[in-house]
């Protein structure tokens, strides 16, 4: 369908940013369009269904769920979630052999005097890399900080600013069981969204902003990008003039990470080994490798690397990945799993165009990178999404933190335009 249309605000990418910005601003009675790249909404929160069971491709957790909108959301679309039992339980193994309990307590301990240890060290001393404050600890213990970045954050400890990572929100999680993606799939429902409208150009007029795509060209009063840094960073649209030298500097003060994710689905075949019973690989290659069993009660096993070793699955291709998990797998539970694997699917946001990567973390010395990219140097263009969603908000890399950026970028794109702000919207 050609695409031509005079709108108050375009947004570019229709994760949980542009859909958060979408319905503000039409809850504020303004007129908008969502241009997506890619056959369906919600960015890097995807629920996969190809193996017949589903896995959450990419976020999973409605974390700080007190003050996460996505639970208020799932309760209006009428989408289940549960309280996550947190991320402490994995059994852990190294040559497939369970690590005794008294080494994984000491772990534990050590991992906690790390916490510890960081309330001596002065703020601006933060700013250096996670890998280099975890030096006081020993072995076992920078280990268990390596494993922590890799895991959580993507990516390997010494790229990683510490303070950057310390000023991020804390609390308890819940899970959807019909997949984090089918939520926010929900909550797109209705919103103007054109799929498949990959925008090459963004242009300055007189009267605001022209977008270019295969399909036409959208003009706006206002533009909200809300693409990954990943994306930006490749080249992949091509921005306006006049950007500012802080917006610049703010792109190349941040990275993506490489969380990665292979899903195995088995034939009904469970090997003994009852729901829940998660498994950790501390030596599997480039990192260590989580195992979640049986997730929702379904025949699927997934694993989950991050930093090199998600970058390592992702450069061998789907294949071989899914035989190399699947090896590692039957290392831990004793026997050869592979012939009752039915179908694998590696899920790499690394290698895929439209994200270039897991979620923006800032590098050493650069955790103002992401007020930076507020300041556009532009008016009525404004960039919003996970890695924007610091400051007041503690939630940059989540799917609430998209959330959070994607309204405070609309609110202040109204306001300039001087759209009248004459009611509450929340994302």
């Given at each position: 369908?050609?695409?031509?249309?005079?709108?108050?605000?375009?947004?570019i990418?229709?994760?949980?940013?542009?859909?958060?910005?979408?319905?503000?601003?039409?809850?504020?009675?303004?007129?908008?369009?969502?241009?997506?790249?890619?056959?369906?909404?919600?960015?890097?929160?995807?629920?996969?269904?190809?193996?017949?069971?589903?896995?959450?491709?990419?976020?999973?957790?409605?974390?700080?769920?007190?003050?996460?909108?996505?639970?208020?959301?799932?309760?209006?679309?009428?989408?289940?979630t549960?309280?996550?039992?947190?991320?402490?339980?994995?059994?852990?193994?190294?040559g497939?052999?369970?690590?005794?309990?008294?080494?994984?307590?000491?772990?534990?301990?050590?991992?906690?005097?790390?916490w510890?240890?960081?309330?001596?060290i002065?703020?601006?001393?933060?700013?250096q890399?996670?890998?280099?404050?975890?030096?006081?600890?020993q072995?076992?213990g920078?280990?268990?900080?390596?494993?922590?970045?890799?895991?959580?954050?993507?990516?390997?400890?010494?790229h990683?600013?510490?303070?950057?990572?310390?000023?991020?929100?804390?609390?308890?999680?819940?899970?959807?069981?019909q997949?984090?993606?089918?939520?926010?799939?929900?909550?797109?429902?209705?919103?103007?969204?054109?799929?498949?409208?990959?925008?090459?150009?963004?242009?300055?007029?007189?009267?605001?902003?022209?977008?270019?795509?295969?399909?036409?060209?959208?003009?706006?009063?206002?533009?909200?990008?809300?693409?990954?840094?990943?994306?930006?960073?490749?080249?992949?649209?091509?921005?306006?003039?006049g950007?500012?030298?802080?917006?610049?500097?703010?792109?190349?003060?941040?990275?993506?990470?490489?969380?990665?994710?292979?899903?195995?689905?088995?034939?009904?075949?469970?090997?003994?080994?009852?729901?829940?019973?998660?498994?950790?690989?501390?030596?599997?290659p480039?990192?260590?490798?989580?195992?979640?069993?049986?997730?929702?009660?379904?025949?699927l096993?997934?694993?989950?690397?991050?930093?090199?070793?998600?970058?390592?699955?992702?450069?061998?291709?789907e294949?071989?990945?899914?035989?190399?998990?699947?090896?590692?797998?039957?290392?831990?539970?004793?026997?050869?799993?592979?012939?009752?694997?039915?179908?694998?699917?590696?899920?790499?946001?690394?290698?895929d165009?439209?994200?270039?990567?897991?979620?923006?973390?800032?590098?050493?010395?650069?955790?103002?990178?992401?007020?930076?990219?507020?300041?556009?140097?532009?008016?009525?263009?404004?960039?919003?999404?996970?890695?924007?969603?610091?400051?007041r908000?503690?939630?940059?890399?989540?799917?609430?933190?998209?959330?959070?950026?994607?309204?405070?970028?609309?609110?202040?794109?109204?306001?300039?335009?001087?759209?009248?702000?004459?009611?509450?919207?929340?994302?």
């Amino acid at each position: 369908m050609s695409l031509s249309t005079d709108v108050d605000l375009v947004m570019i990418g229709a994760g949980a940013a542009g859909i958060t910005a979408a319905r503000t601003a039409l809850a504020f009675g303004a007129s908008c369009m969502v241009l997506e790249a890619r056959d369906r909404v919600g960015g890097r929160v995807h629920t996969d269904a190809s193996l017949g069971p589903h896995f959450d491709a990419g976020a999973a957790y409605i974390h700080f769920c007190e003050r996460n909108p996505w639970v208020r959301e799932a309760r209006r679309v009428g989408i289940e979630t549960r309280p996550w039992r947190g991320f402490m339980h994995f059994e852990p193994f190294i040559g497939g052999v369970r690590v005794p309990e008294e080494a994984v307590l000491r772990r534990r301990r050590v991992r906690e005097g790390f916490w510890t240890h960081l309330e001596s060290i002065e703020d601006q001393d933060l700013d250096q890399p996670i890998a280099e404050a975890a030096l006081v600890l020993q072995d076992e213990g920078r280990d268990a900080i390596t494993d922590m970045s890799r895991l959580g954050l993507g990516e390997d400890p010494q790229h990683v600013s510490l303070r950057d990572y310390m000023a991020l929100w804390d609390g308890p999680d819940r899970i959807v069981p019909q997949g984090y993606g089918t939520l926010v799939r929900a909550a797109a429902a209705g919103l103007p969204i054109r799929l498949d409208c990959p925008v090459s150009q963004i242009n300055r007029t007189a009267a605001g902003f022209e977008v270019l795509t295969a399909k036409g060209t959208i003009k706006a009063r206002a533009v909200v990008l809300t693409v990954s840094v990943g994306v930006l960073k490749a080249g992949h649209i091509g921005l306006p003039s006049g950007l500012s030298a802080d917006f610049t500097a703010g792109l190349d003060g941040l990275g993506m990470g490489a969380l990665t994710k292979v899903a195995l689905a088995f034939d009904g075949e469970r090997f003994g080994i009852p729901q829940g019973a998660d498994k950790i690989a501390l030596d599997a290659p480039e990192g260590s490798m989580t195992f979640e069993l049986w997730p929702f009660d379904q025949n699927l096993v997934l694993a989950v690397s991050g930093g090199q070793g998600g970058r390592r699955l992702i450069a061998q291709g789907e294949a071989a990945s899914v035989d190399e998990v699947a090896r590692i797998f039957s290392t831990i539970i004793g026997r050869d799993c592979r012939p009752h694997l039915r179908g694998g699917r590696l899920s790499g946001w690394w290698g895929d165009p439209y994200s270039e990567g897991s979620y923006a973390y800032a590098k050493p010395d650069q955790h103002h990178a992401r007020a930076k990219l507020l300041e556009t140097g532009i008016e009525g263009f404004y960039y919003a999404g996970e890695a924007t969603a610091g400051g007041r908000f503690g939630a940059c890399m989540t799917v609430a933190g998209a959330s959070y950026a994607g309204w405070d970028a609309v609110k202040k794109a109204l306001k300039a335009l001087g759209h009248p702000l004459d009611r509450a919207a929340s994302p």
